[in-house]
């Protein structure tokens, strides 16, 4: 465990929606030109991913999937307590 | 403080200047089809969107359902027989006008689309022998099989095609910027409605619109009473940034509004007790027809509206024993006997049956065609499941064959909600329109979700394209006026004026949002009396008065977002004016006054009207029925696109 006492000036979000894969992720910014929200911004460094700036705004369309060309690059994710439950039927006729 | 750069040119305050002869406000669906219309008449077009116009608005990123299609070669319902079904089935408290227009002219949108390139039948042969399948056609239907009125259709095809026609039509798309206020001539309200301005949403430059005729197509206003910090976002069922924008700033102008009073229960609010839609188990919209079973497998039966109870699944996609049709879908809450389709019988009932929960929907055993069509193809193409659903939970291992996905709450929500929790939903209030969807402001058409009791995508399609045609025959004989100076000049005093402020003293859009909406629980709840609107109404003026001027907006979108709220807050006070104005409850509007309890009387029974006049409210009402005739009036105003003209 790191003993490094600087610390950013920010709290963990209450949900991350988009995590973007930066091995995957050209940084060509298809998801920052496509989302109507607008809660992208381009990262800084070219080629890099896009920062996601304001991630409670997010609707969850996934637009930003659906045009991300690098299969993978950009996981849209519901948070936890919006995760619905399943079972398999078997289960319920034991 | 962490500091980074913002990655836009910062243009706050310079202006740019932009004329059209048919200027389009909102670039979703009923925006780009407005604009296609227009510009199919030969005008010049620009269209302001918020977003991106290629996938933004309620349908940009798709849709399953083209609702009320009564003139497709299927459907044994007339546009007359349907809108009429509409009107009763709320008490006439509906937009006869732009109902009837979606059902007259909203197959002829779907075949627009298609030749767009937009998919709207199976003609990968998918479904051949389904029950729903016409397989002269190839189209596909939802819920009732027998007469054919909703299509299911590939929805994520159908904003790209719209796109493509709007770039190939020559049309200039002005995306993100967010249209802040409608121009009037010599800056007066009540005038001649002259254009729009902007606020770009990254640079945060000024732009100025000048149009011979302008239509609104905005969305509904949200976030009135539900509101998160944490998720704005999943607050309400409408994307993020439709909040009602368009109502504020035409209420500012003096344009006319009704039924703005009624409001429900809050349906949906993934941010609260919502799990995200089509996303939880149900037997409603995409998921109608899927079985519920309880927690030990046991199937919920299906009755008909008369109770009997339906031994097959076929038997869920049929009228009753003689009912002509039945409705399902997004404008259909709490249907009457007319028109009410198969349902699984109450849940409350099962239980003292001894069923036991959770309850579960259960494709398994449906034929494969529907299960297919529910989980493959519906949820694949409705506008918020196709990857955080669809995709999603095919990774996450859910096979419909196997597993049974779990219910939330009855219906198609999957939450209930407390009676201070409201929405506009259900055919909320709007723009006052005639038949040619102009509003009481000359030059301001209106179309899609900001019209009174609005719904659905192919209500927006329809009612888009049509209003294109009339402001388009109104552009043919009016020019362009130069805007007022003071009213260009005192927008843009308003809309920088929080970028003065001192972050450090100064409050942002969320705590203003929340202070509304929290106003608005307690004031403006289910519970409504004189005594508490007034109160509300004196808070709310207070923040405008005192709150209001001590906001700050670190950028460009936070300085939209604050924007936003401020017509958030716009919107809040147009309700209680209209809840205020309405003097016995209403079942059917969902108004609920507890200092007068009666159910309206038939004196009652009508729209009740209002706008502004010199900065006050005047009121005004009009009969259930003002729009006369539906297919005479129709046919008296579009000679011009009857008899074969449909694509002109």
């Known amino acids: 465990m790191s003993e490094n006492q600087n610390m950013p000036y920010t709290e963990m979000p209450a949900s991350k929606p988009i995590v973007i894969d930066a091995g995957k992720c050209t940084g060509c910014n298809s998801c920052v030109e496509i989302c109507m929200v607008d809660l992208f911004i381009p990262g800084p460094e070219r080629g890099k991913p896009p920062v996601v700036l304001y991630p409670g705004e997010c609707w969850y369309c ?29 289960e319920l006729l034991k | 403080m962490q500091e980074f750069k913002w990655p836009y040119p910062l243009d706050y305050g310079k202006e740019e200047k932009i004329t059209a002869d048919v200027l389009i406000l909102g670039g979703g669906i009923a925006g780009c089809m407005a604009a296609i219309s227009a510009a199919r008449k030969g005008q010049k077009v620009v269209v302001v969107e918020k977003g991106a116009t290629k996938m933004s608005g309620a349908g940009g990123s798709g849709c399953d359902h083209w609702e009320s299609a009564a003139t497709n070669p299927c459907s044994k319902v007339t546009p007359e027989e349907l809108t009429q079904a509409m009107l009763d089935d709320n008490d006439g408290y509906n937009n006869g006008i732009s109902h009837y227009i979606e059902c007259r002219e909203g197959y002829d949108r779907l075949l627009d689309i298609e030749k767009m390139g937009g998919k709207i039948r199976d003609t990968e042969d998918e479904f051949v022998g389904a029950a729903f399948r016409d397989e002269a056609t190839k189209l596909m239907f939802a819920y009732d099989y027998e007469n054919k009125i909703t299509l299911r259709v590939w929805g994520t095809t159908f904003k790209p095609a719209m ?37 770009h949403t990254r640079t945060g430059k000024f732009y100025i619109f000048s149009s011979k005729s302008t239509i609104m197509c905005l969305s509904r206003p949200a976030r009135i009473w539900m509101f998160s910090s944490d998720h704005t976002g999943l607050c309400e069922f409408r994307p993020t940034q439709c909040i009602g924008d368009g109502h504020a700033m035409g209420w500012r102008i003096g344009a006319e509004f009704t039924m703005m009073e009624k409001s429900v229960r809050t349906e949906f609010s993934a941010a609260g007790r919502s799990y995200p839609p089509y996303g939880a188990g149900n037997n409603h919209n995409s998921w109608y027809g899927a079985s519920i079973i309880d927690s030990t497998g ?31 879908g997004g404008s259909v809450d709490d249907p009457k006997h007319a028109i009410e389709g ?40 409705e506008g918020k499941t196709r990857v955080p659903v669809y995709e999603n939970y095919k990774k996450a291992g859910f096979d419909p064959t196997k597993h049974v996905l779990q219910c ?59 209003a294109g045609r009339h402001a388009s025959a109104y552009a043919l004989k009016e020019g362009i006026i130069e805007p007022d100076k003071n009213q260009t000049e005192a927008e843009k005093k308003r ?44 808070i709310l003026k207070n923040y405008e008065k005192d709150v209001v001027p001590a906001t700050f907006a670190y950028n460009p979108h936070e300085l939209m977002r ?42 009652d029974r009508r729209l009740i009207t209002l706008r502004l006049a010199e900065n006050k409210v005047v009121y005004d009402e009009k009969p259930l029925d003002f729009f006369g005739d539906l297919k005479d009036n129709y046919e008296k105003f579009n000679q011009d696109y009857m008899g074969g003209k449909q694509n002109v």
């Not at chain 2, 039509?169 to 729009?196: E, F, K, P, W």
């Not at chain 2, 579960?360 to 694949?380: C, F, K, N, S, V």
């Not at chain 2, 201070?420 to 709007?430: A, D, I, N």
């Open chain 2, 342 to 381: 198969p349902e699984t019988l109450p849940f409350g009932d099962m239980l003292k049956k001894g069923y036991k929960l959770p309850f579960y929907a259960d494709l398994t055993t449906l034929p494969d065609t529907e299960r297919r069509a529910i989980w493959g193809m519906m949820i694949g193409e």
């Open chain 2, 408 to 466: 939330y709450g009855t219906g198609w929500t999957s939450a209930s909600f407390l009676p201070q929790e409201r929405q506009l939903f259900g055919l909320p209030g709007g723009f006052l329109n005639d038949w040619e969807l102009k509003t009481n402001i000359e030059g301001l058409y209106a179309a899609g979700d900001c019209l009174y009791a609005s719904n659905c995508y192919g209500h927006a399609a329809s009612t888009g394209y049509y």
């Open chain 1, 62 to 90: 996934g637009c930003c999937v659906m045009v991300c060309p690098e299969e993978g690059a950009i996981t849209l994710r519901h948070p936890l307590m919006n995760q619905a439950h399943w079972v398999e039927k078997a």
């Open chain 2, 298 to 328: 046991k199937e919920i039966p299906y009755a008909d509206r008369d109770g009997k109870i339906l031994k097959s699944v076929e038997e869920r996609f049929l009228p009753a024993k003689g009912q002509k049709f039945f409705m399902k």
């Open chain 2, 562 to 603: 604050l924007l936003e709220v401020f017509d958030i807050l716009t919107v809040s006070q147009m309700i209680i004016y209209a809840s205020l104005a309405r003097k016995s409850s209403s079942k059917v509007l969902c108004f609920n006054r507890i200092d007068n309890e009666q159910e309206e009387t038939e004196n």
């Open chain 2, 163 to 199: 796109y493509r026609e709007m770039k190939k039509l020559g049309i200039r798309i002005v995306d993100r910027v967010m249209v802040t206020s409608l121009l009037t001539q010599s800056g007066n309200q009540g005038n001649r409605c002259i254009g729009a301005t902007g606020l």
């Open chain 2, 495 to 538: 809309i920088y004026a929080p970028l003065q402020n001192n972050p450090e003293t100064s409050i942002g859009w969320k705590e203003l949002n929340m202070g509304i909406s929290k106003t608005m629980q307690n004031y403006c709840g289910d519970a409504k009396s004189d005594d508490l609107l007034n109160t509300g109404l004196k």
